[in-house]
């Protein structure tokens, strides 16, 4: 009696890729899994399998994000919709003289006119912002920094070591919990001081006894006043908001005020509560704006035309304060508690044992620390992570006091029906 002899690779890769578990993956990769999975020895049509459905869940996909957290960094904070065509772009042409122009002119002037400001111009993120802003600016020089702003924000980007890498000294001023405006001045004596640099702490904030100096106080010491905002909030009246200023924003810094209140220059993100792309902005006087984009540094900074059109498209929204239907991020923020509640009633009137319950949302990527946003969750008994996690479009929800919990505020309710069902069958298969 012959022994059954093993699948051919090929013949093997060929079965996955018409199985669910192989379904959509190129057959380069599916020979790989499926050659692994022979010379395992075990079960090999299980192997492979398994194989190829943990590969499947490796690939860069969409999921849907049921955590509350608005701007989860993992979950590639803003969610972003931006189609366009195969098309070329006037990137860098100037359509009314026929020369060549700048990549930064277009979107540099939306946002200085959105900010109040002389000029802008866009990087790849705001760690690139402030890195050329410190490069082209204080390169060789010293550059004062708060002893409470020397911050890390999440994600390694760590105030000392940016400016460690744009060849400025740091100066430290102050003490961690108090700073004032005479310590500054003291650093300018004693030091060759280009820029007076504020960082908002995002992630993190100090209580008690604490005092640090606001940038209308820095103003008028000498140097210019570089003021790293972080989140991207443009202007804390909100103007695309309907009636006052949601309470969750009240502290965090925007660009327009920092501006008017003397900042030379602000950066800050495009993907937190900007909700645009991954994108830095530097915002404020055109001498210092220009000097940073003449940096050789610019150029290996500098977004692509993907980015910059998404940023663009970010801009005109804010332009016509139609940003909360429009931009996905102040969406979620802008839904009613009421709406939510009527959702997830909807969706849980379809679900055996699920529940309604009141939850707080956040903004996230270290946005307004310690703030929250009133929503409505939909509560399962149990622990069902890994299992959401496997649903065919993935969802990513929490666990909170034994209970799962998928927070609406910031699932896009097209996709309610979409989880509707995965819990279904979530809870069908246990
Ligand atoms: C988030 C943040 C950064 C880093 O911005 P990225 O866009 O993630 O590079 C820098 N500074 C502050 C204050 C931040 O909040």
């Not at 972080?230 to 501006?259: R, Y």
């Not at 940073?292 to 059109?309: E, I, Q």
């Amino acid at each position: 009696m012959t022994p059954t002899r093993p699948p051919s690779v090929d013949a093997l890769a060929r079965t996955l890729a018409a199985s669910d578990a192989g379904q959509g993956l190129p057959h380069p990769l599916l020979v790989d899994v499926a050659r692994a999975a022979i010379a395992s020895g075990g079960d090999i049509a299980a192997a492979a399998t398994a194989a190829a459905e943990d590969l499947r869940h490796a690939m860069l996909t969409p999921v849907i994000n049921a955590t509350g957290v608005l701007l989860h960094t993992n979950l590639g904070r803003a969610p972003l919709a931006h189609q366009q065509a195969a098309r070329a772009q006037s990137i860098e042409l100037d359509l009314v003289t026929g020369e060549r122009g700048s990549r930064q002119a277009a979107v540099g002037r939306l946002f200085a006119r959105l900010c109040g400001a002389e000029a802008a111009m866009v990087v790849n993120n705001n760690a690139a912002a402030v890195l050329l802003v410190m490069t082209a600016l204080a390169h060789g020089r010293d550059v004062a920094v708060s002893r409470g702003e020397s911050v890390e924000i999440g994600g390694g980007f760590r105030v000392p070591e940016v400016l460690a890498q744009s060849g400025a000294h740091l100066v430290d001023v102050g003490t961690t919990n108090r700073t004032r405006r005479s310590d500054y001045v003291g650093a300018v004596e004693r030091h060759d001081v280009a820029l007076l640099l504020k960082v908002h702490p995002s992630n993190y904030r100090v209580d008690g006894f604490v005092e640090d100096t606001p940038v209308a106080e820095l103003a008028s010491i000498g140097p210019p006043v570089v003021a790293d905002l972080g989140s991207g909030l443009l202007d804390a009246t909100c103007p695309w908001w309907k009636g006052a200023p949601p309470p969750w924003l009240h502290d965090e810094p925007a660009a327009v005020q920092t501006l008017a209140a003397g900042a030379a220059l602000v950066t800050f993100s495009g993907d937190k509560l900007l909700g645009g792309p991954q994108a830095g902005i530097i915002v404020g006087r055109r001498d210092l704006v220009e000097r940073c984009a003449r940096h050789p540094l610019a150029r290996a900074l500098r977004p692509g035309g993907l980015v910059l059109a998404a940023v663009h498209e970010i801009a005109l929204a804010y332009l016509r304060r139609d940003v909360c239907m429009t931009v996905a991020f102040w969406r979620m923020a802008a839904t009613t508690v009421a709406d939510l509640e009527a959702r997830a009633t909807a969706i849980a009137a379809t679900v055996p044992g699920a529940i309604v319950l009141p939850t707080e949302a956040v903004p996230g990527a270290g946005s307004a620390p310690g703030v929250t946003i009133p929503s409505r969750g939909v509560a399962l008994d149990g622990d069902h992570l890994a299992a959401l996690r496997r649903a065919p479009l993935p969802i990513i929800a929490r666990v909170r006091d034994g209970r799962t919990i998928l927070d609406l505020r910031s699932v896009d309710p097209d996709d309610d029906p979409i989880v509707a069902a995965a819990v279904v069958s979530v809870l069908d298969a246990t």
